[in-house]
């Protein structure tokens, strides 16, 4: 590790940060951009954390999704898999499918949250002849 001077590629402010030496100015620079405290610097180290966020949403969803779905209803889970996404870029906000056997698959997403269900419906009932 040493010194190295590398430039903000958003306001052009010089920074001196310790990194290794095997790395190229263009990784100086863009550390230094990331680690700036400009405005631009601020809204691109808020949009990298808002999109690790929304990735880290996704893959606890599709770990929902396969831990409810893969084995016994593995078409569902294709589906609600590529639904997540949607609906990590706002295009949609859920889906429900019907899978049979009185079991639903839900996935909402709302607040900045997605959520997934697998409902079952076990009901029981009786009949009986009066006539």
Do not use: H, W
């Not at 863009?30 to 808020?46: D, H, I």
């Not at 606890?60 to 831990?67: D, F, H, I, R």
Request: some cysteine; charged content about 35%.
């Amino acid at each position: 590790m040493k010194d190295r001077i590398g430039k903000c590629s958003f306001c052009g402010q010089l920074m001196t940060i310790q990194a290794e030496d095997n790395i190229g100015q263009e990784e100086v620079d863009a550390r230094v951009t990331k680690a700036c405290t400009c405005s631009q610097g601020l809204e691109f180290r808020q949009e990298e954390e808002r999109l690790r966020r929304i990735q880290e949403a996704k893959e606890k969803a599709c770990k929902s999704v396969e831990e409810l779905f893969e084995a016994d209803y593995p078409d569902a889970a294709t589906i609600l898999y590529a639904c997540i996404s949607l609906a990590a870029e706002k295009k949609i906000r859920g889906i429900r499918i019907s899978l049979g056997n009185d079991t639903t698959a839900v996935m909402n997403a709302a607040a900045g949250k997605i959520k997934v269900e697998r409902i079952e419906k076990k009901s029981t009932s009786r009949s009986t002849d009066f006539e």
